[in-house]
């Protein structure tokens, strides 16, 4: 009878949770619209959705950054908000994340071990707070330098900002990806060996595409010996190095250090998908004009915009100081050419890099580990991920 039929909103219910428990399809189509911090928490529905939910997070191989910048109302850094809020809204499950701030409201040293300190200095603690923040499987390192470089968070497109004063910081974040594999490596006096360097990919690497690295105190006696003996094999390679001497490094993984040694942190990346590009804008490079021809040049690389990073190194004593004290002279030029890739970066105290383009057979032009190391220019690159 009519009257025994169930309602239509009955039907439907009946007819979704049916297709929602079986059909594969369809729910792993919708888990694509999911953020993955609570793609993680659909997964433990049931078999099917957890399945589902390790596909999706399989597509997920694109990097991104969240970016901040102003005065912050709480105590901690700017970027620490931020990433409160935002990782909740990311679309991939971070494997290696790089931080780089500046030093405001960043407080302390933390490249050592430190004494058992009371409840109230853990929860200022910047560190503690990224370890609270991340996965425990992801792999960090941070720098502290005297300026930052931004991309607005998650707009390739947008206005890159200089920000030479200020507070502000980014943290960029790689998810697992297929064919590209990136090692984290801290070296100080006590550790670095040809083991240790093989280790993080530095020598014996046929795959090694590129390097950041950033040092810190090397201006202390030993430093520059240091310095040369890690980036002698790199300088005699077909690999780009780029990066620059910072005031300070930060990890939530292992320590390394004696109070007031120096060292080196930084990322390798390996694998054949890997391409890279890096021009330097010399001491001598002092209008817009000048800048963005030098840019350019970058251009003759033929890297795809799509996945790829921006990367600036600057001197803390360029941005406006070399242009007549106009601002955001040469983050404006990179945006003019390249209108659709992120730059990162920041201002230091000594820049690493070279001219170096991509050739169609990957040949480059070897320098000398002095010919790596800079000061009062910008290393302005790129960097593909396939």
């Known amino acids: 009878m009519e009257g025994d039929a169930a309602p239509p909103n009955i039907l439907w219910e009946s007819k979704a949770g049916y297709v929602l428990s079986n059909v594969a399809e369809v729910v792993e189509r919708i888990l694509t619209f999911v953020p993955t911090k609570n793609l993680l928490r659909i997964a433990s529905v049931c078999r099917l959705w957890r399945n589902c939910a390790r596909r999706v997070l399989k597509t997920r191989q694109r990097f991104t950054w969240l970016s901040a910048s102003g005065s912050s109302i709480y105590e901690e850094h700017v970027l620490l908000r931020t990433m409160t809020q935002d990782l909740e809204n990311i679309y991939l499950l971070p494997q290696t994340a790089l931080l780089m701030v500046n030093h405001e409201n960043f407080r302390g040293s933390v490249r050592h071990k430190k004494a058992r300190r009371c409840e109230d200095e853990v929860d200022s603690d910047p560190v503690e707070k990224l370890r609270r923040l991340l996965p425990s499987s992801c792999k960090v390192i941070g720098v502290v330098a005297p300026g930052i470089v931004v991309t607005p968070s998650g707009l390739p497109s947008s206005p890159p ?85 910072v005031e300070d490094v930060f990890s939530i993984n292992k320590p390394c250090c004696s109070p007031g040694s120096f060292g080196a942190v930084g990322l390798t990346f390996s694998g054949s998908k890997i391409q ?75 820049e690493i890099g070279c001219d170096r383009i991509v050739k169609e057979n990957y040949t480059l032009s070897e320098t000398d580990t002095d010919g790596l190391q800079h000061s009062f220019t910008t290393v302005m690159s790129l960097v593909h991920f396939g």
């Open 161 to 245: 900002q200089e920000h030479e004063d200020g507070e502000a910081g980014f943290s960029l974040l790689f998810p697992a990806m297929d064919g590209v594999t990136i090692r984290l490596f801290h070296f100080c006096k006590k550790n670095l060996s040809e083991t240790t360097m093989e280790e993080a990919g530095l020598i014996n690497n046929p795959d090694l595409k590129v390097v950041l690295m950033f040092d810190y105190d090397t201006h202390k006696p030993g430093g520059g010996r240091f310095l040369n003996k890690l980036l002698k094999p790199l300088s005699q390679s077909n690999i780009f190095v780029i990066g620059g001497q």
């Open 276 to 350: 890279g590009a890096s021009v330097l804008v010399d001491e001598g490079v002092n209008s817009p004009k000048a800048a963005e021809a030098t840019i350019q040049r970058l251009k003759a690389a033929n890297i795809p915009e799509r996945n790829t990073l921006g990367f600036m190194f600057a001197c803390v004593g360029r941005g406006h100081n070399s242009y007549n004290n106009q601002h955001n002279v040469e983050a404006d030029a990179f945006r003019k050419i390249f209108s659709n890739i992120p730059l990162l970066g920041f201002f230091g105290n000594g």
